[in-house]
């Protein structure tokens, strides 16, 4: 049985879901480097510190490239 799907509905919401997931990237961190502060030592040490765990912990699944073939052209 095949289902009835609309597939621009449906790639609008993904489209949707993935921008919303990318603002929230760049919405966050801001907001936790400025709640680790240490502002006796003025010092964002803190946050950075908890910015790179997170990011490790994620395994760096989106780090770019480091060399390697770059395009897909056969030589």
Do not use: E, H, W
């Not at 480097?33 to 990011?55: E, R």
């Not at 994620?58 to 073939?69: E, F, I, L, N, S």
């Amino acid at each position: 049985m095949a289902l009835n799907v609309n597939t621009s509905n449906l790639l609008i919401t993904m489209q949707v879901l993935a921008d919303a997931a990318g603002g929230l990237g760049g919405f966050f961190p801001p907001l936790v480097m400025g709640a680790a502060y240490d502002a006796a030592a003025n010092s964002y040490f803190n946050g950075q510190m908890l910015l790179s765990v997170t990011a490790a912990a994620r395994g760096g699944d989106d780090a770019p490239v480091c060399g390697g073939k770059k395009s897909l052209a056969v030589p």
